[in-house]
């Protein structure tokens, strides 16, 4: 039984698009996250929400909004894609001190 | 301003003999480490972890340790498995947990049969 998981697992769309990543978890933890893998292979945290508030916001650009409609799911929603966005993106929920990750989304922008 | 690194982009060991993966901070308000396991396609899996106010943590093969006058941590994994080889994420957190994970680039670790 999954627990974190994400969709879609690929994603490829061209520049300019407006796209969705959707992620779940059945953990029944409070805060969830995501975070960013880029080309260099270097994980950064890009935002972090509790219980459907957001908590964190690693200044990642206004085409990125988070949407949290209720503590198990944690989607985010990326505007006007742009080459640079390509990178694989985790989604992640924390137990009590560990996150657990989910598959990733390898988003490709074209 | 990279506050955690590995060094070594990759290590390769013999299976059955140890594996040692490092790590260093910058940041001195972190309390709490942890050890995360990657293999290709998948999500990064927690390993193990090590609270500041501890210098070891062991669970099966995998002990971690801390040295924090050093600011420098490492993973040893004894007797190591070619299941093993994986990149290896070390971060780090302030408030004993409760603050965001800081990663370290990550080590390839490679076990030769």
């Known amino acids: 039984d999954t627990a974190v998981s994400q969709t879609p697992k690929y994603l490829v769309t061209q520049m300019g698009n407006d796209k969705s990543i959707k992620c779940e978890q059945n953990l029944g933890h409070d805060t969830m996250y995501w975070y960013k893998q880029d080309s260099k292979k270097f994980l950064k945290i890009m935002f972090s929400?509790?219980?459907?508030?957001?908590?964190i916001n690693e200044t990642v650009p206004n085409r990125f909004s988070p949407k949290s409609p209720d503590k198990a799911h944690l989607n985010l929603h990326i505007n006007s894609l742009e080459l640079g966005d390509s990178a694989v993106y985790f989604c992640?929920?924390?137990?009590?001190?560990?996150?657990?990750f989910g598959p990733g989304t390898r988003l490709t922008v074209t | 301003d990279q506050q955690v690194k590995q060094n070594s982009p990759s290590l390769s060991v013999q299976e059955g003999r140890i594996s040692i993966l490092n790590c260093d901070y910058t940041n001195s308000m972190f309390d709490y480490f942890l050890w995360y396991k990657k293999y290709p396609a998948e999500g990064p899996t927690f390993l193990i972890s090590?609270?500041?106010?501890?210098d070891k943590n062991e669970d099966g093969r995998f002990t971690v340790f801390l040295n924090k006058s050093a600011k420098h941590l490492s993973l040893h994994i004894v007797p190591s498995q070619p299941g093993d080889s994986a990149v290896y994420f070390c971060a780090a957190s302030g408030d004993f947990g409760n603050e965001k994970l800081t990663f370290g680039t990550g080590t390839r670790l490679t076990i030769i049969p």
């Open positions: 929400y509790n219980n459907k508030e957001l908590i």
């Open positions: 090590i609270s500041s106010i501890k």
């Open positions: 992640a929920s924390r137990g009590f001190y560990e996150q657990y």
